[in-house]
């Protein structure tokens, strides 16, 4: 039975006295940082300059660092960069500051799993990983909520990991809805397997072929889009709030039909030995060595497998139909300032409390 920690396991105060140093101001980056300042916790910011994610930092509050200075600084090192830059960035900025006694902090195992950063024995080495992308993380910190993640402690070097771990946990608000106790390693596996199976590599595909599928046989371009793309929202919001099961409740009883009738013949046994052979590509870091060297040979085939599907007719005709729908990108701008603006609220505040 996993362990489940909640705020009443949690004490903020183990960070008290620190410094935390976020690396890296991306979307995980800025979730978390902003979140750990308006929890009281003294925050610097590593970033690069000459990049919007360098002007972010600056317009929520902070003085950016380079990622050696802020590693100098900081007791707590969160490192929430890409992953496949991590291990430069570690190894000449981060690395000659890692005294004994500070803690090492990543929201994704993938490069201590696969032995890219291979941290001194003297220095606790923690997981935070949210279940959400940072700009959720932040949106739900500020209506008094939070996002799930998951926890591990791989190096435990001071005997308090744990609990500063939970204290980061509780300070991005991921206390509030649950964090749950697991493993480096089974992190990253089983968040490799996700997105490449169902997440992101599946449901791409699937869509992709349905479209296929349809305009093959010649259907309206348009019609396939809205079948197999536009309205799957609707049905992962609905599988979101209420389990598969909870989406069938709330559909047609044809729909059902095909869901539990048809559905195995398109997902079917064949398609579950490829997942397997995706899982042990992983579980082997065969993966993750592709990936590694397809990064460092400058990404030929990322790049050009990216170009392709942007070539592609689902994407050409989707851009011409989102078009057509304004509310989607108005309410995606209201949605981003609503956010901005109580950032402000939320940051002026807590600087009020402080003074």
């Known amino acids: 039975m996993a362990r489940i920690y909640y705020d009443k396991d949690a004490d903020i105060r183990a960070l008290k006295g620190r410094t935390v140093a976020i690396i890296g101001y991306g979307i995980q980056g800025r979730g978390q940082g902003l979140n750990?300042?308006?929890s009281g916790v003294k925050v610097v910011v590593g970033q690069r300059p000459g990049g919007p994610n360098f002007d972010q930092?600056?317009?929520?509050?902070?003085?950016p660092l380079t990622a050696a200075d802020a590693a100098k600084q900081g007791d707590v090192i969160i490192v929430l960069t890409q992953d496949t830059a991590q291990a430069q960035i570690y190894r000449e900025s981060i690395a000659p500051h890692v005294r004994p006694g500070k803690t090492l902090g990543f929201s994704h195992g993938f490069s201590i799993l696969y032995g890219l950063i291979k941290p001194p024995?003297?220095?606790?080495?923690?997981?935070?990983?949210?279940?959400?992308?940072?700009?959720?993380?932040?949106?739900?910190?500020?209506?008094?909520k939070g996002v799930p993640a998951l926890l591990a402690v791989h190096q435990e070097a001071t005997g308090k990991a744990k609990q500063t771990a939970l204290a980061?946990?509780?300070?991005?608000?991921?206390?509030?809805?649950g964090v749950l106790e697991t493993t480096f390693k089974e992190e990253t596996e089983t968040d490799n397997f996700g997105e490449q199976a169902v997440l992101c590599g599946g449901v791409s595909a699937l869509i992709k072929a349905g479209f296929e599928t349809l305009v093959e046989a010649g259907y309206q371009p348009e019609l396939a889009y809205f079948e197999v793309l536009h309205e799957l929202k609707l049905i992962t919001d609905m599988i979101w709030a209420g389990g598969i099961q909870g989406m069938r409740k709330r559909v047609s009883d044809t729909a059902k039909w095909g869901d539990i009738h048809c559905g195995p013949r398109v997902i079917d046994a064949r398609v579950k030995e490829n997942m397997r052979q995706l899982l042990r590509?992983?579980?082997?870091?065969?993966?993750?060595?592709a990936w590694i060297a397809e990064h460092e040979a400058g990404r030929p085939n990322f790049t050009r497998l990216m170009?392709?599907?942007?070539?592609?007719?689902?994407e050409q005709v989707g851009r011409q139909l989102r078009a057509m729908m304004p509310w989607i990108s108005n309410q995606q701008q209201a949605t981003s300032n609503k956010r901005q603006g109580k950032t402000k609220t939320v940051r002026r505040a807590g600087a009020r409390s402080r003074a």
């Not at 990983?129 to 959720?136: D, I, M, R, T, W």
């Not at 980061?168 to 809805?177: D, M």
């Open 57 to 63: 930092a600056r317009k929520d509050g902070f003085k």
């Open 36 to 38: 750990l300042r308006d």
């Open 168 to 177: 980061w946990a509780r300070g991005i608000g991921s206390t509030r809805a």
């Open 307 to 314: 170009q392709q599907d942007d070539r592609h007719q689902i």
């Open 281 to 289: 590509e992983i579980q082997s870091g065969e993966f993750a060595k």
């Open 121 to 144: 024995k003297s220095v606790d080495v923690v997981m935070v990983a949210p279940k959400g992308p940072g700009s959720l993380l932040r949106s739900q910190f500020l209506e008094g």
